[in-house]
Structure formats: C-alpha cells, structure tokens
C-alpha cells in the first residue's frame, strides 16, 4: 500500500490548513510542512524545543537530542534550507506568543508547539494529538484517511528521489532521513517503481496490477 503523498497531494494537503483563517489551522500548516522538509520521526519532531530551534536558526543545523531519536545512539541533525527556516521561523512566533501569556513551571522547556494534557495543562503537543491534526487536514483535502505522521517521512524519501539531478540520489535519501545502512533507504526505490507502473497503467489504460497479472500468469502456467 503507498504510504507517502504524491506531488500533487502534498500541495493538497498543505493549503487545506493554509488557506483556513485560524491561528491552530496555520500551526499546523507550519508543522506539517517542516515533516515533509525533514523527514523527521514525529516521536523525534515532538520533543523539540523553541531553544533548539533558535540554535538552528543561528547555526543552520537542526539537531534532535539523541535520547529522543530513535535507537537513542546518535543524535540527528537536519540541513536548514530556506523553505525550512521560514515554517521554522513561524512555528517559533506562535510559540513564543503563547509563552508570553503562560506561566512557565521552574526547569520547563519551552516547545515549539504547545499543546494540552487531559488536565489542560500547557505543554509540547502530543504525538497522539499530530496524528488527530494530520487525520482531520487529510480528511479535509480529500486523501486517504489513513495517513499517519510517518507518511511524512516517506514523503520526504520519495521527493529526494524524484527531485535529486545528483547521482546518487539514494545516498541522499539516506543521510537526509539518517538511517543507519542504504538497506533502510531502499524502500524507495520500490516507491519509484511503484509510481512508474501507476503512470504506465494510466497511459495505456491497463486494469490490472502488475503483482496480480503475476499470480494470474503464473497460476496458468502451472495449470
């Protein structure tokens, strides 16, 4: 199953919150367009910090503290790009406007998007509470309701292979995402193939999937 937004489904997506006059809809607007800049696990993007992001504003690395990352081994560092820095730039405005009308508890570290426990207390929005946020703008835009925060990552993967003139674009892919081993980042190039038999299908008019026009020949071929 494709579990990552095509070009026209991430611009679908975005402007579904964009485009709505509402402080929490541009938040997320913001955040969701950071994921797919970055690829960022959302367990790793939640524990961000507003100080970590002023520090990557300044430096032109965004690094994740490695006991957030997953593995906990290394800590992972994002290239601010232009397009970056600006949903940056924004998610730390809103931050910091909401801060200034809280009363921060001794030690809190202020997040870089606020959300609320059960109890109403202000804090770093929750995983579970992305995932609702991300569901209702795909909802919204007409996409799959299945979508997760981690289809953002995926998303990230698949526009360095499309977009790279490099020529290796998996090996991009690969230290931009910052997996451990090329294996990882082979998925996708299975995407790509993916996406090639969809466009193929619809230039030809095929009805058929590639996998069961296999089982189909093979199953005749054994008869």
Do not use: F, P, S
């Given at each position: 199953m494709k579990?990552?937004?095509?070009?026209t489904e991430q611009r679908q997506l975005l402007l579904s919150a964009k485009r709505t006059a509402d402080p929490l809809a541009q938040r997320d607007y913001h955040?969701?367009?950071a994921l797919i800049l970055t690829g960022m696990r959302i367990q790793e993007w939640s524990r961000l910090t507003s100080a970590q992001v002023r520090l990557a504003l300044h430096n032109g690395w965004l690094v994740s503290l490695k006991e957030h990352c997953k593995g906990k081994r290394h800590a992972n560092d994002y290239l601010v790009t232009h397009p970056l820095r600006q949903h940056l730039q924004a998610l730390l405005a809103l931050s910091d406007e909401l801060a200034a009308h809280l009363e921060l508890s001794d030690g809190q570290m202020q997040p870089l998007v606020w959300g609320r426990d059960r109890n109403g207390v202000a804090g770093a929005l929750s995983v579970r509470s992305y995932e609702a946020r991300l569901k209702q703008w795909a909802t919204a835009a007409g996409l799959d309701g299945r979508i997760s925060p981690h289809w953002l990552r995926h998303t990230r993967g698949m526009n360095i292979m499309r977009r790279s003139r490099g020529k290796d674009a998996l090996r991009v892919a690969k230290l931009a995402l910052n997996h451990q081993s090329l294996r990882s980042t082979g998925i996708y190039t299975q995407m790509s193939r993916e996406e090639y038999e969809n466009e193929i299908r619809i230039v030809?008019?095929?009805?058929?999937p590639r996998r069961f026009a296999r089982a189909i020949a093979l199953s005749q071929g054994a008869a």
């Open positions: 579990r990552y937004l095509t070009e955040w969701m367009a030809d008019g095929g009805r058929v």
